[in-house]
Nanobody
Framework: QVQLLESGGGSVQAGGSLRLSCAVS????????MGWFRQAPGKEREGVAS???????TYADSVKGRFTISKDNAKNTLYLEMNSLKAEDTGMYYC????????????????????WGQGTQVTVSS
């Protein structure tokens, strides 16, 4: 059974940094891609960053140059390093993974993921 467990969320002032982690377990298929999504109150869940099985990455325009997605295959952990945080980065952040498709850069489309974590809250105060 696939499980994704996020951690690292919290409250920070604008301009600050946070690092989110997502511990992955239960995958038997190695060619999966992963992503981070966020959802603010009253808004749809949006893709923030993704990483393909080979390590190629994709970012939403709103976070380019500020966020970095990475993964440690030995630790089965996905990370999202977030710098220069803004109030508009506030939301619930979700880790997602997919083992049905092959995408070299992952995907920012939430419909292309079949496994989700429970989320971790990020609050940025201005």
């Amino acid at each position: 059974q696939v499980q994704l467990l996020e951690s690292g969320g919290g409250s920070v002032q604008a301009g600050g940094s946070l690092r989110l982690s997502c511990a992955v377990s239960g995958f038997t298929y190695v060619h999966y891609y992963m992503g981070w999504f966020r959802q603010a109150p009253g808004k749809e869940r949006e893709g923030v960053a993704s990483i393909g099985s080979g390590g190629r990455t994709t970012y939403a325009d709103s976070v380019k140059g500020r966020f970095t997605i990475s993964k440690d295959n030995a630790k089965n952990t996905l990370y999202l390093e977030m710098n220069s945080l803004k109030a508009e980065d506030t939301g619930m952040y979700y880790c997602a993974a997919d083992d049905l498709r092959v995408k070299l850069r992952g995907s920012l489309d939430r419909s292309e993921y079949n496994h989700w974590g429970q989320g971790t809250q990020v609050t940025v105060s201005s």
